[in-house]
């Protein structure tokens, strides 16, 4: 193995992901703007009708609805704006874009075995009531009060309909809004995570990816939830506790998928067959979420660490409700988070300390028995034993703060809060890499300083040396397509480590030791 293939290595990958983040998907990499709306202290309704549709919207959501399939055909989140799109009246949920082909994503419900041909029969204060008259069947879309939920009633007034049902129906893509979303956050912030969810009686949270969805799949439960997840926002069919719902996903013609949900419908009144449920339709924010639905705040991917990332989020927000700036808030969790964990580390740090002690007789010990590994590596573990040293010891450090990187990855990449989070000076967006790259390069250079200090191991390979020294290029390589708020988190962890490390060193009485000068 050569060194220089190391680099070249580093390069092409560092090639790839800037092309694959630069160029993706018909160069999509357009910044991004946070979309201010103006609130009054009041809840704003309005209904505006447009030939085949009728547009409803509060402070929070605009719907699109079909007159005569009552489908809402598109959603759009009023407080999240993407710039590059032209008269975007937020991000775009719902929808579709026929003429790229990028998706379609629309809500369905009423009842089973029927094909409606409904008329606007009225709108009011942030509601909108279709009828069919031939069938005798209505349906009223209106919304919940100051939340991103939206109810929707479907009434029989025959009673001769079948099973009341609703349905999300969706393409294995995303649309414009959406693919900006992922595009502009580089390579490792792409995840969509394009997934059914399920939430049951007997399973709090299930998902199923949608490229592995092949047959259809159902589930019986009282009340739950049924939902397609996206990256930062997400829809969900919310049930209730009064019915035992089939829940399903399946495969369709064409890409499309669709998930829901079949009930036998309620009891009559006065021969009027009449079916609720709710949808939420917005941004996944854990605080929101728990209020919604038992479960939803699942919806979060939090990763395999998701026991350390959620205890690390909660306090990530508690913090913020302080400071009111997610990158100090960051700085701040970090900061704490090191002061929590330095009995651990300074063990470890005291352990590296103890083997530059003893370098100097490790390496006399080295010279003396050359020819003899054998003899060498029993004479070390002498010297370990009578010196207290331990060459494991140094790992801890590391082990330590490994699970809390990786659950911090998992916690930044997934919240919507930190997208547009403007940090100041040159980082105006957490959620995406670095545009200066001055956070990953202040992360290597910590490192080539942290190399400095901790003692080399005296049967160290050439090799072996080589690698170790460029690690801190590969690091900074790999963070340039971090997310800003990661980087940060990973400067400032690093940083604060050094600082303990020279200062635990000094009380040892071996940071100016002459085999090892820092």
């Known amino acids: 193995m050569n060194i220089r293939r190391i680099y070249l290595a580093v390069i092409v990958i560092l090639s790839a992901s800037l092309f694959y983040q630069w160029n993706d998907e018909g160069k999509v990499a357009a910044q991004a703007k946070h979309m201010e709306i103006a609130k009054s202290e009041s809840f704003i309704n309005a209904v505006t009708e447009d030939g085949d549709y009728v547009y409803l919207e509060n402070g929070l959501l605009r719907l699109k609805i079909a ?13 999240y704006g993407v710039e590059n799109i032209p008269g975007s009246l937020g991000v775009r949920v719902f929808g579709s874009d026929e003429k790229n082909g990028f998706f379609k994503y629309y809500f369905k419900s009423g009842f089973t075995s029927e094909i409606t041909n409904y008329k606007l029969l009225d709108y009011g204060q942030g509601s909108v009531t279709l009828y069919d008259e031939s069938l005798g069947i209505k349906k009223e879309i209106s919304f919940l009060p100051e939340t991103y939920e939206v109810q929707v009633t479907d009434s029989a007034l025959n009673g001769s309909s079948g099973k009341a049902f609703a349905s999300l129906y969706r393409t294995d893509g995303m649309s414009l809004d959406l693919k900006t ?29 949608l490229r592995g969805l092949d047959e259809r799949i159902s589930f019986l439960s009282r009340g739950g939830w049924v939902s397609f997840i ?4 997400f829809a969900a069919v919310i049930g209730s506790n009064d019915y035992v719902y089939n829940y399903f996903a399946q495969p ?6 669709s998930m829901g949900y079949t009930v036998e419908k309620g009891d009559a009144q006065n021969l009027v067959y009449i079916h609720e449920h709710r949808i939420f339709i917005g941004p996944k924010i854990r605080k929101d979420l728990e209020k919604r639905a038992p479960n939803l705040e699942l919806s979060i991917d939090m990763g395999w660490f998701w026991f350390i990332s959620q205890p690390m989020v909660r306090v990530l927000d508690w913090i913020n409700g302080f400071v009111g ?24 740090f005291v352990a590296m300390g103890n083997m530059r002690k003893v370098m100097p007789k490790m390496k006399e010990l080295q010279d003396r028995y050359a020819n003899d590994r054998q003899k060498l590596s029993q004479e070390m573990m002498v010297l370990y034993k ?17 699970p809390f990187f990786i659950g911090f990855f998992f916690a930044l990449r997934e919240m919507v809060e930190l997208r547009f989070a403007d940090f100041g000076l040159w980082i105006t967006d957490l959620s995406v890499p670095d545009p200066l790259f001055i956070l990953p390069v202040a992360f290597g250079f910590i490192m080539v300083l942290t190399q400095k200090l901790n003692p080399q191991p005296p ?3 050439p090799m072996q040396a080589q690698i170790m ?44 030791d002459p085999s090892n000068k820092v």
């Not at 007159?67 to 407080?79: D, F, H, P, Q």
């Not at 700085?331 to 009995?343: G, Y």
């Open 459 to 461: 049967t160290q390979d």
């Open 252 to 257: 369709g013609d064409a890409g499309l998928y």
């Open 230 to 233: 996206q990256k930062y926002f």
């Open 67 to 79: 007159i005569n399939s009552g489908a809402i055909v598109e959603t759009r989140l009023k407080e």
């Open 469 to 512: 020294k460029s690690m801190p290029i590969m690091f900074a390589v790999f963070f340039v397509i971090f997310p800003a708020g990661l980087c940060l988190y990973s400067v400032v962890n690093a940083g604060v480590s050094l600082v303990q490390q020279r200062y635990l060193y000094s009380k040892l009485g071996v940071l100016g």
């Open 181 to 209: 979303e992922m595009t502009q956050g580089g390579m490792m912030n792409r995840s969509s995570y394009q997934a059914v969810a399920f939430s049951t009686s007997d399973d709090p949270y299930e998902t199923q990816r």
């Open 325 to 348: 700036n997610w990158g100090l808030s960051i700085v701040v969790f970090t900061l704490l988070l090191k002061l929590l964990l330095f009995p651990v580390t300074a063990k470890g």
């Open 386 to 402: 009578k010196e207290g040293a331990n060459p494991l010891g140094g790992c801890l450090p590391m082990l330590a703060q490994m």
